[in-house]
């Protein structure tokens, strides 16, 4: 990996042959978080550029990673479905272990939709720091009626989910009935939908409800230390 001098580290791949961006704060790194993306967006998509950038300038270190499928499309350029769940979730412990071998001090997990989904599901069981999830499917696309929260019940580690009210995959009226963890803490974004952006009739553009979520993540991984 090579190091520029703004602190963003080059990509490169990482043991298991995925590709993976880190991003340095100025200063010594106050925590890490590894960022896993969302199904249909690569690890520097603007949404993942946009966090992973903030958080370093607010002394986060970043770790960006690509599941397998999203690897093979930046090869061919064929768009594919991601791997099957149980892939998914060994991908994140291979990453996860490796981040581990290469940095001290807290380690948080997280990502953006899917990739925060597959944390959830391994916080407890690799003792992360916390965990941060940005647009949590809470249940498939026009499925409300099959909520996936059986395990977000039970949840141990310290976790925030940033989420957008309107968010067509868990908006805040269908969140509210759910039995969530009291370790689980919501921070909504007003008339925000599942990439954090807002109805203009709010008053609210994109660009602030990023900066804010970046704030509230920052806040809160200071937090854990």
Known sequence: MSKG????????????????????????????LILAHGAGAAMDSPFMQRMAQGLAARGVRVVRFEFAY?????VDGRKRPPNPQAQLLQQWRDVHAQVRQRVAGPLAIGGKSMGGRMASLLADE?????????????????KPEKPRVAHLAELRTPTLIVQGERDALGNRV????????????LHWLVAADHDLKPLKA????????????????????????
């Open 202 to 225: 709010s008053g609210y553009t994109h660009e602030q409800h990023l900066d804010t979520a970046v704030q509230v993540v920052a806040e809160f991984l200071a937090s854990r230390q």
């Open 174 to 185: 269908a969140v509210a009935a759910y039995a969530l963890s009291t370790a689980i803490d």
């Open 70 to 74: 999203m690897a093979q499309r930046r």
């Open 5 to 32: 001098p703004s602190g963003f580290i080059d990509a490169d791949q990482c043991e298991q042959g995925l590709p993976w961006l880190w991003d340095e704060p100025p200063q010594a790194a106050t925590a890490t």
């Open 126 to 142: 690799l003792g992360a720091a916390a965990l941060v999830c940005l647009g949590y499917p809470f249940y498939a696309a026009g």
